[in-house]
């Protein structure tokens, strides 16, 4: 086999030594080496002429870490829109790759990343079993819990569902809609514990109406089942039947954008007109919004703000700057459309 290019080679080839070389192409890692320009311009024209590669995993050893960070998944629709392509650029500018393992409850084995040594901090968004967690702090690898049910964790980064429901109910005031309904999920759609997110829009949400003389809010729950399309379905016909048997009703907040076009359906069919006769808000965690006319009004979280946020903490964890950390809640961001 052809022998493989090393720094030592290159510095020969260049007439330096190996430290600049290294200083050089690795300029995350230069140190206080000092060279010229004509230096820098020299040894990136000898790297490139002999195709040189830097192995990643002899660099990481060096470095004791290994650039890289793991995300386990189980279901997309729980990451934000938009966060992952923000969580790319930024581990990019970091010299960081991110690695995405799907693990789901019933798997056997444990995610590749506990159970080998290959990533410097694990990002979670969704609720994973106690065992995982517990595992993950055994081994002591630095790790981030974004929106899920560890929300006293120092490691969580939460979403403040009360400030959302307060802004909604703010935004409907506004409109003279005083009559709400509030989508949320069975506490089963998600795992054995209901997610904090239901429980902290529900009396969020009753206590925003409470301060401003408004009616309590009704409350629907269903059995979610994204993109699923006898789901669907289901919700369409729930929503219009809903609608006809309370048209007394005039706002209505979606737990998730997704079940927006399924509701505006319903809307039309059941006689209503939006904004006009029932006014709309939904949580942004989809695209689905975007297809929609009137335009859906939605509560988000700014993907570029987590996802810095995770890419900080977790390199804090990782070079023992991090101190006695605590939880970290995120606001929503009302934005407004048509609906």
Not at 64 to 92: E, V, Y
Not at 266 to 274: E, F, H, L, P, V
Request: net charge positive; with cysteine; hydrophobic share 35%.
């Amino acid at each position: 086999m052809k022998k493989s290019i090393t720094l030592s080679d290159i510095a020969k080839e260049s007439g330096v030594s190996r430290q600049v070389v290294s200083a050089i192409l690795n300029p995350n890692n230069s140190g206080n080496i000092r060279y010229s320009k004509e230096t820098c311009q020299r040894v990136i024209e000898v790297a490139n002429k002999v195709n040189y590669r830097p192995n990643r995993a002899a660099t990481s050893l060096v470095r004791n870490r290994h650039g890289a960070l793991g995300m386990l998944i189980n279901r997309t629709g729980s990451i934000p829109s938009q966060t992952l392509q923000h969580l790319l650029t930024f581990s990019k500018e970091r010299d960081l790759i991110i690695s995405i393992e799907s693990y789901a409850k019933g798997d056997e084995q444990l995610p590749i990343f506990i159970r080998e040594d290959c990533v410097d901090g694990i990002i979670l968004f969704e609720n994973f079993h106690q065992s995982l967690i517990s595992r993950i702090e055994t081994l002591k690898i630095p790790a981030v819990y974004v929106n899920n049910n560890l929300t006293s964790s120092p490691n969580a980064i939460t979403f403040d569902e009360h400030d959302a429901m307060d802004q909604a109910a703010a935004l409907f005031a506004s409109r003279g809609k005083e009559k709400i309904m509030i989508l949320l999920p069975e506490p089963e759609t998600f795992s054995e514990k209901q997610h904090y997110s239901i429980e902290g829009r529900r009396r969020g949400l009753q206590s925003a109406c409470e301060r401003r003389g408004l009616a309590p809010p009704v409350v629907i729950n269903q059995n979610v089942q994204w993109g699923d399309p006898q789901f669907d379905a289901k919700s369409y016909a729930m929503y219009r039947g809903f609608l006809l048997a309370h048209p007394h009703i005039n706002a209505a907040v979606l737990y998730h954008d997704s079940q927006a076009p399924a509701f505006y359906q319903a809307a039309s069919d059941a006689g209503k007109r939006i904004p006009e006769d029932i006014a709309v808000l939904g949580v942004h965690f989809s695209a689905n919004q975007t297809r929609l006319l009137p335009g859906l009004s939605i509560l988000l979280i700014d993907p570029r703000e987590l996802a810095h946020t995770i890419i900080e903490r977790l390199e804090k964890k990782r070079s023992g700057a991090a101190g006695n950390q605590k939880p970290q809640v995120l606001k929503y961001i009302l934005k407004e459309q048509g609906s």
